[in-house]
């Protein structure tokens, strides 16, 4: 059972923030209120929660806003509240960096449920010990392992790879892929971000000469493979 985590509840309506402060609180966690977005980055980048639970209307900053900013470091698991249902919004949001949605008006319980669940998928891909998976993510030391070598890699290398891994099997354009890192290229972005990819399997393959993992998408991008 998932207990005892750090819970970031980013809500400016105070009786919903109470709420899932509530249940969170009988869950087992140890959620923390912020009624605006003013202080969410830094306070991620200073105690890293181990989810956020973002409303996506929010005074002084929006929730997609906060989510672009902490993709640029984090990979924390993120739960967006949102009051609109259109799918064109839900779709935006992950884009940003959204892991998963949940529409008002909403269950706590089911909000409680579906944070326990990024956070054990998060947790179930980083772990301390880089050779006890085939990966591990370190988010605090920008690095990554693979087969339990620590990858040589640029920022925008990390950035790429991190981002692909925390969202397995989704197909990223070359487009995202290249605001993820935001980087100023004098190259195209299809070339810039496919001779980061390249680089990025060439010293995957150099620990394994086998890893396949990272797909060509014709047409649309490219895919990190879990299996």
């Known amino acids: 059972m998932i207990k005892d985590r750090t819970i970031f509840i980013v809500e400016d309506d105070q009786k919903i923030a109470a709420i899932l402060s509530d249940y969170f609180t009988s869950a087992g966690h140890q959620p923390q209120i912020f009624p605006d977005g003013r202080s969410v980055v830094s306070s991620v980048r200073s105690c890293p929660p181990s989810a956020i639970i973002l409303d996506l209307m929010l005074p002084a900053s929006d929730g997609m806003t906060i989510c672009r900013e902490l993709r640029k470091f984090s990979a924390v698991p993120i739960l967006m509240l949102t009051a609109r249902t259109d799918e064109v919004d839900k779709l935006k949001g992950l884009t940003d960096g959204a892991d998963d949605y949940v529409t008002k008006p909403f269950s706590a319980r089911e909000v409680v449920t579906r944070a326990n669940t990024l ?9 301390t010990d880089p050779a006890a998976s085939k990966y591990l993510v370190d988010d605090a030391g920008k690095r990554i392992a693979w087969r339990g070598t620590w990858l040589k890699l640029s920022a925008s290398e990390y950035n790429i ?7 397995a099997g989704r197909v990223f354009s070359r487009d995202q892929l290249l605001d993820k890192i935001g980087e100023q290229s004098l190259e195209s972005g299809d070339r810039a971000i ?23 998408v014709y047409g649309a991008g490219y895919r990190f493979d879990d299996d």
Do not use: F, W
């Open 161 to 167: 790879l991190s981002t692909m891994i925390q969202h």
């Open 194 to 216: 496919d001779s980061h990819i390249k680089n990025i399997r060439r010293k995957m393959a150099s620990v394994d000469p086998e890893t396949s993992c990272i797909a060509s």
């Open 119 to 127: 956070i054990r998928r998060y947790e179930g891909r980083v772990t």
